[in-house]
């Protein structure tokens, strides 16, 4: 395994990670464009740009993107969160030259008008989706609740109404104002040779226009808040919870993530044996979440809607208990085990590893092997989640409860 | 990479399948149990899926906590459900540690405590499961088609029904335990950092003295109308249809999986070109392929809004019908394969990608295919020879399900 960086000349920044090891070979542009960084009059234009991206460029439309990358059988796509816009592939090393001149030709998308009016149902289509999915509209709402006036509050689809009146000029101003090989970091995993990589990313990226896109990055922290939306179809209702957590910029970000493992892993944590286990909920989770400046304890429910209100009681007293006497020295040392083991599954795969890599860059210019991810959970010491607790109180907690029992009142 | 293929029959029916890898740092394995919602009486829709989660509160000596720490402390990722005809255990960690879970999973399957307390709690589980499927209208069409599209059991969803989740007690949960937890009909399959002599060795000693049963009778049943149309006040219209194809043991599984993939396996495929690509019909549009011992099907799903909805399925339906008809293009052949083909290739780097697969081959064929057996076979194919085929399946009937707020007619049906 090693470590390759270099910054082309206009800014963009690559960094790889290569393995002779694995199969393949996955590539991904890290773009710093987001919902955090637009204003109400293009709310959702991040993604919406994202999708246009695959409706191609100068020489190909969007018929000659989707075969271009399927001919070589790559697997390609792309996401879009309140911070970045990622577009990626995975392929075997031999076909990296042509996938890889896809991949850097639609970040490059020429934005057609025709396109973009098609593109639009397509988006209002997986916002309606989204919208029959309980889970999907309790998450939007708790982002929206805890977040309040706070750029990470924003929608990532944005809504029917701004989707429709939003134009291909704004979109264009958007994309020239994001998309700056400055703003850009270029990542690679798995199997592949350096000197070529370097050829290839100057080849068909050393043209793009230099560009370096500021964000007001924010530190949230503060009031929490309350929302019972009604589905009163719904069988089962959905709870989520948000607290504050440490930034990604924070080291304190591995203890944040041992001690949502704790309190909240899927199985064996305190809320599995408080909820689940007896039966009282079918799904409880907490997760860490790192932001650029801020971070956030993601606490999620599921369960019959009579019980929403006992089960919030129990997951304050889980929440309270922490606070008051904290983690054990086993229950860290288990959860490091799961954590362990779960990165070194992860990172067999390059494609595993991609993430960590470019977001890691993008955001710290750090590169973390993964021997230096493990050894970061290792350090991790019981004073260490004290801390964390102490500097963030897991309750109160924003609450958005979400199906047929409007009733349900804060557990504090 | 030096990947090897090892399998071995117990004299008790056990089946194990590996694959060392010796260039990964860990290790998966794959058990498949005939305990699967198939062989639970009509009367006890949800008992399979109770008895997963019964087996892993407690097992060998240790109390539930007890297991879910020895577990942890493994590093063990891991899962237990149940499907129609197998229930699948699975776990994944450090090669240095798989023996170790192997060991708590052989005590999972042959000495769990099944303690009556744990039973209601279960239940509870089990019924808030089936209620949540209910509230995700993109799960719940894919559940009705196959219970439509298959014969009964084969199209049971090992969710349950409410009422057998209510009424099944605790006797009948420990019957079905003891009547399907079996050595002979299940499988093991291994992949990753493990050396073979010492696997087999362990099993041996594990699972060795595992006691046979006999093997049940299922009696199949027609299934039921292959319309329907489930009223629900969603945004979107749920559509999903299936249609009669080569099951993974048949000689015309490559022409069936050719198909489906041509259809709509990849961003280039017929249905994600002409519905989303050409006319903005959809986010969600694919095509699928499942196969059971003896029959397979392909299956088509997307989901759209209530004015959209009947253009989406009247192009869906021409795209099939254009298949047969029209059959299928060199170039469309050629990028179904390289997709194919890569996948296989990268499959090799996930030793739980690989111990699935293991699994599924030994249950459908008796073996476990390589890669270039694979790869051969899928260069057999032509356009012409996958083009009868289309033909063929184009004739067939079709089932289809719709769940939102109104019906949509379907073309050349009063």
């Known amino acids: ?412 | 990479m030096n990947i090897e293929q090892h399998s071995h029959v117990f004299p008790n029916g056990l089946v194990l399948a590996a694959e060392t890898m010796p260039a990964l740092k860990s290790a998966a394995f794959t058990i498949l149990t005939p305990a699967g919602a198939a062989f639970e009486r009509a009367s006890s829709g949800g008992a399979a899926s109770m008895c997963a989660e019964w087996v892993t509160r407690g097992a060998g000596g240790r109390d539930s906590r007890a297991l879910i720490a020895a577990l942890d402390n493994l590093g063990v990722s891991h899962g237990e459900s149940a499907q129609t005809v197998h229930t699948n255990l699975w776990a994944a960690t450090l090669g240095r540690n798989a023996f170790a879970a192997l060991a708590l999973f052989a005590d999972i399957l042959t000495k769990p405590a099944l303690d009556d307390d744990e039973v209601e709690p279960i239940r509870a589980l089990a019924l808030q499961n089936l209620r949540g499927l209910d509230d995700d209208p993109g799960s719940k069409v894919i559940h009705e088609l196959r219970k439509r599209h298959f014969p009964d059991p084969w199209g049971r969803n090992s969710a349950g029904t409410p009422e057998g989740i209510e009424q099944t007690t605790a006797e009948e949960l420990r019957q079905f335990h003891a009547d399907n937890y079996r050595p002979n009909g299940t499988i093991l399959a291994v992949a990753g950092a493990v050396d073979w002599p010492r696997l087999r060795d362990e099993v041996e000693r594990l699972l060795g003295d595992w006691a046979q049963r006999d093997e049940p009778e299922v009696e199949e049943h027609a299934s039921g109308s292959p319309r329907e149309h489930i009223t629900r006040d969603t945004q979107q219209i749920q559509i999903a249809l299936a249609f009669d194809a080569a099951d993974v043991a048949g000689p015309d599984y490559y022409r069936a999986r050719a198909l489906a993939g041509v259809l709509g396996g990849y961003s280039s495929a017929r249905l994600f070109t002409e519905v989303r690509e050409k006319r903005g019909l959809c986010y969600s549009v694919y095509a699928g392929y499942e196969s059971l011992r003896g029959r397979g099907a392909i299956y088509c799903h997307a989901g759209t809004s209530s004015d959209r909805a009947q253009e989406t399925l009247d192009v869906t339906l021409a795209e099939i019908d254009r298949l047969g008809r029209e059959g299928i293009a060199q170039a469309e052949l050629d990028m179904m394969r390289a997709g194919l083909k890569s996948s296989l290739i990268m499959q090799q780097e996930s030793t739980s990608g690989r111990s699935a697969s293991i699994a599924s081959d030994w249950y459908y064929l008796g073996r476990m295919r390589t890669l270039e057996e694979i790869s051969s076979k899928l260069d057999e194919l032509t356009p012409e020879s996958v083009g009868a085929y289309a033909a063929e399946l184009g004739r067939g009937p079709r089932t289809i399900v719709t769940l939102g707020p109104r019906p949509l007619v379907i073309p050349g049906e009063s």
């Not at chain 1, 955090?36 to 991040?46: A, K, L, N, T």
């Not at chain 1, 490059?108 to 396109?115: A, K, M, V």
């Not at chain 1, 939306?229 to 970000?253: H, M, N």
């Not at chain 1, 599954?345 to 595993?352: T, V, Y």
Request: net charge negative.
């Open chain 1, 1 to 412: 395994m090693t470590f390759h960086q270099t910054t082309l000349s206009n800014g963009l920044e690559v960094v790889a990670e290569l393995n002779d090891e694995v199969r393949s070979v996955a590539a991904g542009f890290f773009v710093r464009a987001g919902s955090r960084d637009e204003s109400d009059d293009v709310s959702g234009v991040s993604h919406f740009l994202e999708h246009m991206a695959f409706k191609g460029s100068a020489s190909r439309d969007a018929l000659a993107v989707n075969r271009d990358f399927d001919e070589v059988g790559a697997k390609h796509n792309a996401q879009t969160s309140e911070e970045d816009t990622l577009y990626h592939v995975t392929c075997l090393p031999e076909y990296l030259p042509r996938s890889f001149e896809v991949l850097a030709d639609i970040l490059r998308p020429s934005l057609r008008g025709d396109d973009f009016e098609m593109e639009k149902q397509v988006i209002i289509e997986e916002i309606h989706m989204y919208m029959d999915n309980p889970m999907s509209v309790a998450y939007e709402a708790a982002k929206a609740a805890h977040f309040g006036p706070h750029p990470l509050g924003r929608s990532i689809l944005g809504s029917v109404e701004s989707i429709k009146n939003m134009t291909v000029e704004q979109m264009r101003g958007y994309y020239q104002s994001r998309y700056g090989a400055g703003n850009i970091v270029l990542a690679v995993s798995g199997n592949d040779d350096w000197s070529r990589l370097v050829d290839l990313a100057e080849r068909y990226c050393g043209g793009w226009p230099q560009g370096v896109a500021g964000r007001d990055a924010l530190v949230r922290r503060g009031p929490t808040s309350f929302q019972a939306i009604c589905r009163a179809d719904d069988q089962q209702q959905t709870v989520i919870g948000v607290a504050d957590a440490p930034a990604l910029e924070s080291d304190d970000r591995h203890a944040a993530q041992l001690l949502a493992t704790i309190l909240g892993d899927h199985t064996g944590s305190r809320l599995y044996w408080t909820l689940i286990d007896p039966g009282h909920a079918d799904g409880v989770d907490v997760s860490y979440q790192d932001y650029n400046n801020t971070g956030v304890f993601y606490t999620f429910l599921s369960c019959d809607p009579d019980e929403a209100q006992a089960n919030l009681g129990r997951i304050e007293s889980v929440f309270r208990d922490a606070m008051r006497e904290g983690p054990s020295e086993e229950e860290l040392a288990q959860a490091r085990n799961k954590v362990l083991s779960r990165t070194v599954l992860r990172s067999e795969r390059p494609m595993g590893r991609l993430g960590s890599l470019g977001f890691q860059w993008l955001y710290r210019r750090e590169y973390l092997s993964v021997e230096d991810e493990l050894a970061a959970f290792d350090r991790v010491t019981t004073d260490d989640l004290r801390r964390v607790l102490d500097a963030f109180p897991l309750t109160p907690w924003t609450i958005v409860s979400v199906g047929p029992n409007v009733e349900i009142k804060p557990p504090f």
